[in-house]
């Protein structure tokens, strides 16, 4: 979804139990309820009104991310307080929640040949039929230590789980990955704060099953891909980098086998858009299996880490 034009997702809750009235925008329906058809699915929201004292404010937080235009869901309801008509506005892919005194999680599944598949913390499902290269947004979490675990989706049949303890004020991911004979499920934190100032905050995570290790390089605007060195070196296969700091400027996101010396000649396994970043902000590059192996390449997903509150939209 990286590059993607964001879909807003607006909800308002009222103090009377009932539907929660939910309102899209960019050319979405101009306003549904729970339960309404979207796009040939179907919302499917848990709302427990009888959680809240009566006349109570609370908070229905959604984040919702659009993969092969099946609409996956992610749902966590969490009390909170509104000062004035609450409105809370959630970018369609990867939203960044300011909120630091709880914990959140996102999902991703990096598995180039696993099913559908859903995912679990604790007994509560968190995201339905997972597809491969998804990536959901950040969901409201409670701290504590939990089972994470992926099913078969629709079934109880467990593929992969793990322990993973999470602590307020931070984020994490959880990503299944690797091929679906050696199916492995991980817990990391992620960077919730700036980079240092006129810094910009990346890290790599290598999960293609069939690439070998790369070189990743940052290209920023004017220069080329045989101008530059690599900011990462071979990345093997599972790897999951530190964070470094680079100054602050736009980049496209390149990657060749390690050890390979870059030519004018030279094609990249991969090499993205020139991309702007808000200033302070972290991200992650995700190297993937490519969707159709035609022959051997990679794509890379970007996660977006942190943004301060503040920053514009791109």
Sequence with gaps: MAGARPSVLRISASPAPGPVPVSFSDNFPSRTTLGADFRAETLQIEYYGARYPVGAPRVLWVNFSMSSNRLQLVRRIVQGTLLGALALLLPGCQSISPTPTIAEIRYIDASPDAPGMDIYQGSTAQVYN?????????????QGTYRFAANTSGTSQV????????????QYTVMISNVAASLQMTVFSDQSGPAPSGQLAFRIINENTSGGSYDVYLIPSGATLETV??????????TISNYIDIPDASYAVAILPAGTVPTTTTV????GALTTYNAGSAHTF??????VVTTPGAQVQTLDD?????????
């Design 130 to 142: 997972m597809g491969f290269a998804t990536v959901t947004s950040y969901v409201p979490a409670s």
């Design 159 to 170: 593929l992969v789980n793990t322990n993973g303890t999470i602590l307020n004020g931070h």
């Design 229 to 238: 060195s690599p900011i990462f070196t071979s990345v093997v296969f599972n």
């Design 268 to 271: 990249a396994t991969y090499e």
């Design 286 to 291: 995700v190297i993937l299996n490519q969707k």
């Design 306 to 314: 942190y943004e301060s509150p503040d920053a514009p939209t791109i």
